[in-house]
């Protein structure tokens, strides 16, 4: 190879990407720059080989390639490309200890090198020469997928590879693969199944061992509360046995159904939840099966036959692995005491503790985020155990629920932070789970005394250990130390651990509890804001979730949206373990995944596997080592090795990458100098070429550590790598500044974040372990230390990200778009800006003072630590104003990013867009920095200013996040018109406006503030006019720029306040400068203190200049809510109404118009009696027309009324259904009641109509009865006759005289009686024609809704007002209602929608009104009356309803069939009217339309104008409007025309069924018609037939079709018309058969019409024939139509007196 020895920047050929490799650590030692053409992007070393993977994906090897077959010497001095993969493009490469691996960037994989143990994935080589291709397939689908490949690993004799869905694939050979088998080698990559489902974010190997990164389930899985009950077999896991001395609570539920898994497993292995497998033991009372002889117990022997490790021989599942519950894994018994949710401890695993006076724990033993903070005192104890005994748990049990599964998960063990609400307002008591609390409840009077007494007994500080890293590395140390005894008895079996078990606990001495082997008790305790654990001794079986207190890292950080890497992970091992390196503290092998408890919540980014040692690098920058240590390749001196520690390392070095190789590690950091440095710690290698292996072996080694001199020539190192003996370093040169300004971005980080976690670990967890820190605090004080500490772990871990995320862009991409500071920056500003809030509302309540006395109670007088921390220049500072410059540190980190941003960006171009953005980027921090700078110094000011300010309305007005702007007290700004001697002073807070006066002081919220300078002109006063919504006031300033300044600073403020910001205001960026005035018009809040009708209701909404305008909400104390719009500080426009009824226990409820703060337009108001009025209101009261209907809710038919209103009471016209009488009236009413002349209809058919009074039938009246019987006279009350009146028979018979009684009963009468003569008719006519003549006259009726309909256009009076006025209101109407329908679109239909649409255009024209224009104008009248948003649609739907209501049901009476006709002609002439108002120019009723201006004029039309005018061109109402309305009249009219018609019909109809039977040659001969009408042919089915004598139903058919349409037809026009079609078929067929012309007669035509008016068969022909002959229009009278109709009509008598002869 050649040698070129690189010193500084002396070669200028490759200026990134250099690759340099060398061996050992002594000074004589100098790197050897490999050669290449290309930047080399990352290397990887093998023992005596490495691959390079080089810019555009090309890879070449070095070193001892045997297996290459072709070259002369298997040794390659230089780099030689693969050419196989040239064609690829790799992304990844990896090197074991003979063959090496690439990954592509299709997510393909490629092996090559020594295959004797399958590590190559490749059936039936045992050398790969060249590259090839590896197969990894999921057999879990079919057919198998391909599974895409991130990363792979290489070890001795196996390969691991990480797949895009995260999860590990393994082949090879050896238990290192974690596969659940026992035949090796495994040719074909297979999933290591305990990971699956898991994240797993790194793999690396070893020579017989693995790693793994994975990211925390907790950081995945909510937590549950704990279950009660197996989640496999159901039964309860605790059970109690009553002793006669003592009570036992077993927790040694065995599940029949074998080991429950887990629960940390993930859902793909277990369908269902996590929580059904909370516990993972098995029974007590399960014999243990002895480990299998053939394991050596010695940590010396290094070899394990493969068999020995067979699966089924294992014993006890190992409880954090995730299995299918068939399978066992290999035991481990290890000193892990599990108290946390995620791993239930098996019974076998022991935990000891020594005596007293030291209690053992090692850091595994605690509960994520759990606090051992010791009790407040003995006392509490004491008290609370006495509480116990008492019955009064019981209730207390019931009533407090399980608060403490709240807690959030935690990923770093070691921070005893909460971010609950600190302090519990009393220290309840709240045994977890119900289950056991039934039991403790149950067991607590026998067991309460003994346990006090043993409390007493014990040293309760002793027992409940409580370690965090914060106390420093001696202890770790010093407990591991004790802990390396026992490593002989952890591969021994596990009887005699027992009975040191039950040794200890008769040392406790608590007799009958701890005495049973399957004995535990659980008592949690909430003591001030810590969670205070009774010894894990006692707790220790339960294996139940702790109650956890919330860490310094918050869990739910939402890490997706800031595409960073998550700081919350594991470190899982596994493989052989005979010299430590799984870091289990133990020597055993293990065949599956097992989770390293020791690093977990160390944040864990990246692993490294050494041929028998393992590294761990976390976020803070440091190094974990464990395994085998014989070169001091652990970089420090610890033991056991078999457990984790730190490497040693002097202060201020921050590792940042690793490597391990076989017998030496290489670590790459950050120092006090620019440049990053190398550090070597292991086997020196001398370069002696003759050395032979032993020799080399026994080299020296390193204590720790030692700095390689010649790292500072190398340039800028981007990441390094180890293997074999060998060292690798990537380099750059210093390309215009750029990679050292990323370097110092990245180290700045790196820096910063440890200064973060040393914080939270050197001062706030001791200060939060001090028992009286809540207490001295004050509620309010701590609450906010308890956010601070919040935001702040927000902040850290945000940096542990960004520094994590920032290491990772060294090592790979250049490419600046990718850095997070830059895609994610608002992330970064709203923590900062959170953050600096938490600290400022901390400061401005004095937080930091009552902060001094614990900080001197824990770190003595001087408070060293917190001077040290604080980086204060400044001597003799107070302890509170230190403690404030600490915490308000990371503002200066982000004038850090802002400078460092601005370096990156001076490397490019100013025109380019990475320019561009820096800048922006650089801006922003910038900004946000000066912005935060101002906010403390707000903060500090408001301090101050509360120092000051007279204590009582301190206390009162002090909130934490108000902030002080400016105040009056040099008498810069005073009250106009105040009086001599009051003192008034005001304060701008943040928040509100506070004006004090000497002992009260009134808060005007910003929100609703507007204020505006009065001019100078006249007053020569400097006044700023101030309004708010129930006050008006002025304010005089002593001079021109103090007015200029409080006007702003107001403005400023509200502007603020509305915008949201508060005090947290984001700074503007740049460019953008923010509005000086606050807009008149803005949403907020506010309640109501003195307006007499508002007064303590608060209204939510828009505001306009000091009064609600616009949407709002108003909610008054008693429950009345108001929701809708305002105008002027008054309810107007549409508004929902709710006022509570108490008695009822319901609400009234209106919902509708409203004007000037008062009920006003059409609503509809829901009684709380269940009544319900729809319909018009004025002034809070009914009036106009509406409908009433009353009676139960759940009656299908209550009570109606419908019709005029005034002032709250029926007057005017109206409808009044009264079910329970079944009565109907129609008529008059004055007052509620019926007053005036009015109708009654019953359901027995009784008529009357007559006079009313007094609510009466009082005075003239006619009454008849169903069979025609009538009386007509005086009546006194309902049904009474009274005085003198004529009685008739229905055969004509009468009598008159005086009567009285009531009708249907014995009538008093004295009279004549009268019996008329044959000849007598007169008088029966006379009878007949007098009915309605005492009704209500139509045009009198439903008035109001007309007059509505008027007022909606814009006239008072009907008829009266100016068109344009009318088209504008309908404009604004419809405009209105189009906008409603934007806001919600559910409520119109798509096809209403587009009428709407098209009504928008008006129909305008000048002149006279010519057919086509009149076409127009009725198109559009169709299409404004099928909308009721139009006024003229809202008039025809209510005329519908009020008809319906009138003649449906009793209502539907024959006798008032005369009155529902001209009840329907009086609505065609009153809307006629409206329409001729709103068209002027169109003609009156029976005038003519214009001619269309004819271009040539001739004889032809002239002698045409002699005949009678067309029907289409006559203006008529019934043929505009008829076709609007009639259609939905129609069903309650046509009921009653047949109801009149009965009996004409029955005969009509008996009639026609019999001359039916005939066939139609028999009925033609019958009928008279002339036999050459008679049709020869018929067309049946499409086949021309002949008519025979039987023939039926045939002739004529096409006719009869067409007439029969005459009953789906709804206007007489339309009827009409199908008769016209009759006819014309029936001169169709009669011209064909005589093919000839031909002019009917009426002789002629008669029969053959009334033939086809027999076929028809029309059930209630007279009916059709009475309501056209009723509503026809006059116009056609007399016309073709008119003939038509009567020879219709005459067809009808004819059959009806049709003699068969």
Known sequence: MEKQISSGEEDGSGEKGLLHTWRGYSYSTTPERVLLSRPVLQAALGANHGVLLVEGGQVYSFGELPWKQNQTSSVATEPVLEAVLSEQHVVFVAAGSAHSGVVTEDGGVHMWGENAHGQCGLLGLSVIPNPTPVGVLDSEFTPPQTVKILEVACGDQHTLALSSKHEVWAWGSGCQLGLNTSTFPVWKPQKVEPLAGRHVLQVACGTAHSLAVVRSSEALVPRKPPQDKCGQCH???????????????????????????????????????????????????????????????????????????????????????????????????????????????????????????????????????????????????????????????????????????????????????????????????????????????????????????????????????????????ERVEERLRLEEPMQGKKSSSLGDIREEEAELSRRLSLPGLLSQDNAAFEVTVWASYSTSEVSPRLLRRTSRPRARAIPLTPGGIPEADAHLPSLQTEVWSWGRGQEGQLGHGDLLPR??????????????????????????????????????????????????????????????????????????????????????????????????????????????????????????????????????????????????????????????????????????????????????????????????????????????????????????????????????????????????????????????????????????????????????????SEEGLPLADVLSHLFYLPIKHLHEYGRLLLKLATCYEVSSVDYQKLQDACSKYESMALHLKRRRKEAECTLHFWKSFPG???????????????????????????????????????????HAQFSTHHIFPLATLWVEPISEENTGLYGLKVTSPEETFTLLASSPAEKA?????????????????????????????????????????????????????????????????????????????????????LEDGFGDYVVPNKNLNSCDHYQGQWKDGKMHGFGTFRYSSGEVYEGSFQDNMRHGHGMLRSGKLNSTSPSVFIGQWQYDKKSGYGVFDDITRGEKYMGMWLDDQRQGNGVVVTQFGLYYEGAFSNNKMMGTGVLLSEDDTTFEGEFSEDWTLNGKGMLTMPNGDYIEGSFSGVWGTGLKMSGSYYKPSLYDSDKEKAHALKLGRLAVHSEEKWKAVFVECWNRLGCDHPGQGQTTTAWDNIAVALTANLRQQRDSPELLSRSHHKTLESLECIPHHVGPVTLEVYHTIRRYLVKACDTPLHPLGRLVETLVSVYRMTYVGVGANRRLLPQAVNEIKSYLSRIFQLVR??????????????????????????????????????????????????????????????LEKEKEDDVYWECVLRLNKQPDLALLTFLGVQQKFWPVTVTVHGEKQQVLSSTKDACFASAVETLQQISTTFTPSDKLQVIQLTFEEITQQVLALLKQDFLWSMDDLFPVFLFVVLRARIRNLGSEVSLIEDLMDPCVQHGEHGIMFTTLKACYYQIQHEKVT
């Not at 394991?295 to 299995?323: G, K, Y």
């Not at 550090?679 to 080299?699: C, L, N, R």
């Not at 934490?960 to 106009?976: D, F, G, H, W």
């Open 235 to 473: 039964q309860l896991l605790y059970t109690m046995t009553d002793k006669e001395d003592h009570v036992i609570i077993s927790d040694g539920h065995h599940c029949p159904l074998g080991v429950e898994l887990d629960s940390s497993g993930t859902k793909s292995a277990l369908e269902g939840s996590p929580e059904q497998v909370q516990q993972g033991k098995s029974s007590p009372t399960e014999p243990v099966p002895s480990m299998p002889t053939q394991i050596p117990r010695s940590p010396t022997s290094s070899t394990i036959p493969e068999s020995t490790l067979l699966p089924d021989s294992t014993p006890a599942s190992e409880p954090q692995i995730q299995v299918p519950a068939s399978s066992q894994e290999p035991v481990e018994p290890t000193l892990e005491v599990s108290t946390e949710h995620e791993a239930p401890v098996a019974n076998e695993e022991v935990c000891v503790e020594a005596s007293e006076s030291c209690t053992l724990e090692p850091d595994s033993c605690r509960a994520p985020g759990g606090k051992y903070s010791p009790f407040p005192d003995e006392q509490a104890v004491k008290a609370y155990l006495k509480r116990l005994s008492d019955h009064a748990l019981a209730e207390h049990v019931a009533k407090t629920p399980s608060t403490l599964h709240s807690a959030q998960l935690s990923s770093d063990p070691a921070d005893p932070f909460t971010s609950d609400p600190l302090i519990p307002v009393a220290q309840s008591v709240t045994p977890m789970g119900s289950a056991l609390n039934n039991l403790v409840v149950s067991c607590a009077s026998a067991v309460g005394e003994r346990v006090v007494s043993t409390y007493e007994a014990l040293s309760l500080r002793k027992v409940i250990g409580y370690w965090a890293p914060g106390e420093g590395r």
């Open 591 to 872: 065949l599956q995944p097992v989770c390293v408890k020791s690093l977990n919540g160390k944040e864990v980014l990246r692993v490294a596997a050494g041929a028998h040692h393992s590294l761990a690098l976390t976020a803070q920058s440091q190094v974990f080592s464990w395994g085998c240590n014989t070169s001091g390749q652990l970089g420090h001196m610890e033991s056991p090795t078999s457990f984790p520690h730190l490497a040693k390392l002097s202060d201020g070095i921050r590792v940042w990458d690793i490597g391990a190789g076989q017998q030496h590690t290489l670590l790459l950091a950050d120092g006090d100098c620019m440049q990053p440095i190398l550090y070597y710690s292991g086997q020196q290698v001398k370069e002696v070429a003759e050395q032979t292996q032993e020799e080399e072996q026994t080299g020296e080694y390193t204590q720790q550590p030692v700095l390689l001199p010649f790292c500072m020539n190398l340039g800028y190192v981007s990441s390094v790598c180890a293997g074999g003996w060998t060292c690798a370093a990537l380099t750059d040169r210093n390309v215009m500044g750029f990679i050292a300004s990323l370097h110092e971005l990245a180290a700045a980080e790196r820096k910063y974040y440890c200064k973060l976690s040393n914080i939270k670990s050197l001062l706030l967890q001791p200060l939060l372990k001090l028992d009286s820190l809540s207490s001295g605090l004050g509620q309010s004080t701590a609450g906010l230390l308890q956010n601070l500490i919040g935001r702040l772990s927000r902040l850290s871990q945000l940096t542990g990200q960004n520094s994590a995320s920032l290491t990772t862009f060294l090592r790979r991409s250049r490419d600046i778009r990718g850095l997070v500071i830059l895609d994610d920056a608002h992330l970064f500003l709203d923590t900062y800006s959170e953050y600096c809030s938490a600290v400022g509302d901390l400061l401005v309540m004095g937080g930091f003072l009552a902060l001094v006395k614990p900080c001197h109670d824990v770190f003595g007088k001087g408070a060293e630590v917190v001077q040290r921390l604080s980086e204060c």
């Open 952 to 994: 009582k309305m301190t206390d009162s007005l002090r909130k934490p996040s108000r902030r002080l702007i400016c105040e009056s007290s040099n008498k810069a700004l005073t009250l106009q018109n105040a009086g001599r001697f009051s003192v008034n002073w005001f304060m701008l807070f943040n928040d509100a406006l506070v």
């Open 1045 to 1129: 300044k409080w006007f702003r600073s107001i403005n400023q403020a509200v502007e603020q306040a509305l915008s949201g910001l508060g005090h947290d205001g984001i700074p503007p960026t740049t460019g953008v400068t923010q509005r000086t005035d606050p807009p008149i018009s803005r949403t907020a809040s506010y309640t109501f203190y003195k307006d007499s009708r508002l007064k303590e209701a608060t209204y939510e909404g828009r505001w306009v200049s000091g009064k609600p305008h616009g949407r709002g909400v108003v909610k008054w104390l008693d429950g009345r809510m108001y929701t809708g719009a305002f105008k002027n500080g």
């Open 1477 to 1538: 108002f709103l068209f002027p120019d169109l003609p009156e009723e029976g005038g003519s339309l214009a001619d269309p201006p004819k271009e040539t004029g001739g004889s032809d039309p002239a002698g045409k104008q002699l005949e009678s005018p067309k029907p289409g061109c006559v203006v008529s109402s019934s043929a505009l409007l008829l076709p609007v309305l009639l259609p939905r009249l129609y069903p309650p009219l046509f009921t009653l025309y047949a």
